[in-house]
């Protein structure tokens, strides 16, 4: 016969059924060092037979912490928001925390002032801040004043944070180059992100360093901002060349779905006519027809690894500061041999 599960339990009760302090209980839900592994499945196995969940604001109380985590960014692109917050929030939750998401504003407020303002209302625990708010200019000694663990992710390494997760997009992007040449590409076209985004710097410098490494030099090359529309805008540019490229290596997914779109509307096939690469191995790269070749980014993956350096660092555990991850090139439909 089934039993109801018991109701009302407290940190008391499971104290008492396990046969140890209060103070003990505590240090086991907050994953103390202090309690030994014996003592810890003991209390363990106990607070699973009474289903007890202590409340964020007994927890708050009790150590003075809200087990509230920030995630600060300025990106547009949901096809990246929605795996970094995943991420964030599927290793948060294995470790008692809620996740309070702040898009940095486009207004007139300084960046720095609005994330500090963002800090002092939700009184987070710590932040993750990703670029391209993660490169604004003090803003870790900011943050460090105020008292706020911080972590951050980005494509360079950045002064000042408390720990770091830097993907090397420049060595992913000289991947491209090494594919497309292999290809035999020599008509290669470039659309940029951004100038003053670190992330479009990296990838701009790692794939002309590797075509110029070959001998070759850019045959055109236009300026986006990871959006769509700047894709279409750039693509046309491109695809207007004299010659034509005979490959187009966007900055970003959502821009090499633009050059797709291009491409068909000028009547040319991909990839017979124009190879065409992206950068973020997002699940639009699979919905594309061709399949998009693109550079992979775990974000899901990286955004865990860094929320759970975050919380460490909160809970005393420092580890490590720099933390690295390499990309991959997921070869699909779009790219191929030219003509």
């Known amino acids: 016969m089934d039993i109801d599960p018991p109701t009302g339990t407290t940190i008391a009760d499971v104290a008492a059924r396990a046969g140890v302090s209060i103070r003990t209980v505590s240090r086991v839900l907050n994953r103390s060092p202090l309690v030994n592994a014996e003592t810890r499945e003991k209390v ?41 917050q995943r991420g964030m929030v599927q290793e948060a939750s294995a470790r008692g925390y809620e996740l309070v998401v702040h898009p940095i504003g486009t207004g ?26 993660s490169g604004v200019a003090g803003l870790p000694a900011l943050l460090a004043g105020a008292g706020v663990p911080a972590v951050a992710l980005s494509s360079v390494r950045l002064a000042g944070y408390d720990a770091m997760l830097v993907a090397d997009e ?47 030099a ?5 300026e986006g901002d990871y959006g769509f529309d700047s894709g279409v805008a750039g693509a046309q540019a491109l695809l207007a060349a ?29 990839p017979g006519d124009l ?43 420092p580890g490590d500061r720099d933390l690295g991850v390499a990309l991959s090139l997921d070869i699909a439909g779009s790219s191929g041999p030219p003509r």
């Open 44 to 84: 363990a196995a106990v607070i699973a037979a009474l289903q007890f969940s202590p409340s964020a604001r007994a927890r708050g109380l009790a150590t003075g912490r809200s087990y509230l985590l920030g995630l600060v960014h300025n990106d547009r692109n949901a096809l990246v928001l929605d795996p970094l």
């Open 108 to 133: 007139d407020v300084d960046p720095g002032d609005d994330v500090i303002g963002f800090v002092r209302r939700s009184r987070v625990d710590g932040v993750v801040v990703v670029a391209p708010v």
């Open 170 to 216: 420049r060595g992913a992007a000289r991947d491209v180059a090494t594919h497309l040449l292999d290809l035999g590409h020599r008509r290669i076209a470039f659309l940029s992100g951004p100038p003053r985004a670190h992330s479009a710097q990296e990838r701009r410098a790692g794939f002309v360093a590797a075509l110029a490494e070959r001998g070759i």
């Open 218 to 222: 850019l045959l055109a090359e236009a």
């Open 242 to 270: 004299d010659p034509r490229p005979t490959a187009i290596f966007a900055g970003n997914d959502v821009m090499a779905a633009a050059v797709l779109k291009v491409a068909a509307q000028h009547g040319l096939s991909v």
């Open 275 to 317: 190879s065409v690469v992206g950068f973020d191995g997002s699940i639009l790269a699979r919905m594309l027809t061709p399949a998009l070749t693109t550079v992979r980014r775990p974000i899901a993956d990286m955004a865990a690894r860094i929320t759970r350096c975050l919380i460490d660092r909160i809970e005393g555990r």
